[in-house]
């Protein structure tokens, strides 16, 4: 039960980030979306334990994963410049 959780999770954060930060170079579909709110939760659990937010072992909530998300859609809209520039 634990990953269908964590697929679920990744999917809101995923739309919620991707709806703060709307772009036209942004990864899309379903897949991509949860993969986008998977990794920003795992962003924001890593982040946050370094930060001492979190005790080690804990992960990040909705909103860190929401908050991972959207760093990585920054990062991801960056290095799409770069390539469509160079």
Do not use: C, H
């Not at 930060?21 to 709110?37: A, D, H, R």
């Amino acid at each position: 039960m634990g990953i269908i959780w964590t697929i679920i999770i990744g999917f809101i954060a995923g739309v919620i980030a991707k709806f703060i930060m709307p772009g036209s170079n942004e990864p899309s579909g379903f897949v991509l979306t949860t993969i986008l709110g998977i990794v920003g939760a795992v962003i924001a659990s890593y982040l946050g334990q370094a930060l001492g937010w979190y005790a080690p072992g804990q992960g990040a909530g909705l909103i860190g994963a929401v908050v991972g998300a959207i760093v990585l859609l920054f990062v991801w809209g960056v290095i799409a410049k770069r390539r469509d520039q160079g």
